[in-house]
């Protein structure tokens, strides 16, 4: 009983550490985007559309986990922005594309290296090698994790 006993408390100390880190992390993330004028969701949006290219409105929502009123109000907002466009899909009237600018790519040549060096710099705790060990162990908790759910 004590040995599950101090299984239980590692694991316990285990997501402390990891969600203390994680924190600490996404806030170095949310600031830097909040930096050039943006919040989480609206640079998640430019950035997937800027590195996989026009999007069906319906898919962003599910690439990022954010619901469908969400995507639209972030769409409406990058639109005006001038860094969004939506587009109708020539075969299917119901499917409405979202892709960036040329506003929008300028934005995202701009700032998108400077995010991934305040990333670079947020992460340097690790060594490339620990970086990469970290990466597969954190991939294998979460997919025990998804395989619980």
């Known amino acids: 009983m004590h040995e599950q006993n101090e299984s239980v408390e590692r694991s316990l100390h285990l997501f402390r550490v990891l969600a203390r880190a994680f924190g ?7 600031r830097d985007i909040k930096s050039y004028g943006l919040n989480s969701t609206e640079f998640a949006v430019l950035e997937l559309l800027y590195h996989k290219g026009p999007i069906p409105l319906q ?22 922005a001038g860094y969004v466009s939506r587009r109708n899909c020539e075969t299917d009237r119901r499917v409405i594309y979202a892709e960036v600018t040329g506003k929008g790519r300028e934005l995202m040549d701009r700032i998108f290296p400077k995010h991934a060096l305040a990333l670079h710099k947020a992460l340097s705790g690790l060594n490339d090698e620990e970086k990469q060990l970290a990466a597969e162990l954190l991939k294998r908790l979460g997919k025990e994790a998804d395989r619980q759910l």
Request: no cysteine; proline share 0%.
């Open 24 to 30: 600490s992390i996404s806030e170095i993330s949310v």
């Open 59 to 80: 898919k962003i929502g599910a690439r990022l986990l954010i619901l469908s009123g969400g995507v639209t109000y972030t769409i409406d907002k990058l639109e005006k």
